[in-house]
C-alpha cells in the first residue's frame, strides 16, 4: 500500500497515484499522520506491517528502483542552483533499489523468519525517539495546516516555521510548507526554490548544511 502524504490532497497527489496501477491501494494523508504515528521525515518513506498488524520494520528510505538522477551526467549550461541540486542528489545514501526488493520478498516468503523481520523489542530500540519537541513540532504543523485551508495564509507561515524550528531534521514538514507558500505556479519541485522571505530555510541550503549524506536513513543501517 502506498500513502501520498500531502496536505494538498487529491489534486496533488493524482498525478503520483495515477501513474500506480489501477488496482494499486493509494491512500491520501492529508494531515501527516504518517509523520506522526510511524515517524516519517522524507519521502519515499516506508514501514513494513504484518498480518497481525505488527510492525516489524521501523522508518526507513524506501526506493524500489534508481533514479536517473543519481547517473546522469549533469548537463552544461544549466542554472547554477538547478547544477548545484542535482549533484547534491547524487551524494544521497540509500541502500541499492534490488537489495531493498530482494529484502521484501524474504520477508514475503519467510515472514517472522525473515532475518530482515524485527522483534517488538528491536523495532522499539531502532526506531526514532519522540522528544516533546517532535510533538510540539507536530501540533504546530497541525496548526499550520488548519489555518492554510481556512484561507488564513500569513497565520499559517508562522506555525509552519515553528515545526521547522522545533524539528529541523523532518524533510515533509519543510517541504509541504515550502511547496504551499513558496513553488512558483507551475514549477517543477519545491527542490529548486531559491531562498524566500518566507521561511529561514530551502531545499539546497539546509541539505548543504545537513551533508546531503544524512539526508535519508537507509534501511540496510537502521
Keep these: 500500500m502506498t500513502v501520498a502524504l500531502d ?19 493509494s491512500l491520501i494523508d492529508r494531515s501527516h499522520e504518517c509523520d506522526r504515528v510511524f515517524g516519517f521525515v ?22 524500489v528502483r534508481r533514479s536517473t538522477l543519481r547517473d546522469m551526467k549533469i548537463p552544461d549550461g544549466l542554472p547554477p542552483r538547478i547544477a548545484s541540486t542535482l549533484d547534491e542528489v547524487k551524494k544521497f545514501r540509500v541502500t541499492d533499489a534490488t537489495d531493498y526488493r530482494a529484502a521484501i520478498d524474504d520477508w514475503v516468503a519467510e515472514g517472522a523468519a525473515s532475518r530482515f523481520a524485527m522483534s517488538p523489542d528491536e523495532v522499539v530500540a531502532r526506531s526514532r525517539p519522540r522528544p516533546r519537541d517532535h510533538a510540539e513540532a507536530a501540533a504546530a504543523f497541525e496548526l499550520g495546516q488548519h489555518l492554510w485551508r481556512a484561507g488564513d495564509r500569513d497565520a499559517s507561515v508562522r506555525w509552519f516555521r515553528r515545526a521547522h524550528e522545533l524539528q529541523p531534521e523532518n524533510w515533509t514538514y519543510k517541504r509541504q510548507a515550502w511547496s504551499f507558500a513558496t513553488t ?33 536513513r537507509p534501511f540496510d543501517e537502521l
Design 7 to 25: 496536505a494538498g490532497g487529491t489534486d496533488a497527489a493524482r498525478p503520483f497515484i495515477d501513474k500506480a496501477q489501477p488496482t494499486h491501494p
Design 42 to 63: 522524507n519521502v519515499p518513506n516506508a514501514v513494513w506491517i504484518d498480518e497481525d498488524g505488527a510492525l516489524v520494520r521501523p522508518a526507513h528510505a524506501a526506493h
Design 184 to 216: 512558483p505556479e507551475g514549477e517543477l519541485s519545491d527542490m529548486l526554490q531559491g531562498p524566500t522571505d518566507l521561511y529561514d530555510g530551502n531545499w539546497l541550503d539546509d541539505v548543504r548544511r545537513v551533508g546531503a549524506e544524512n539526508y535519508y
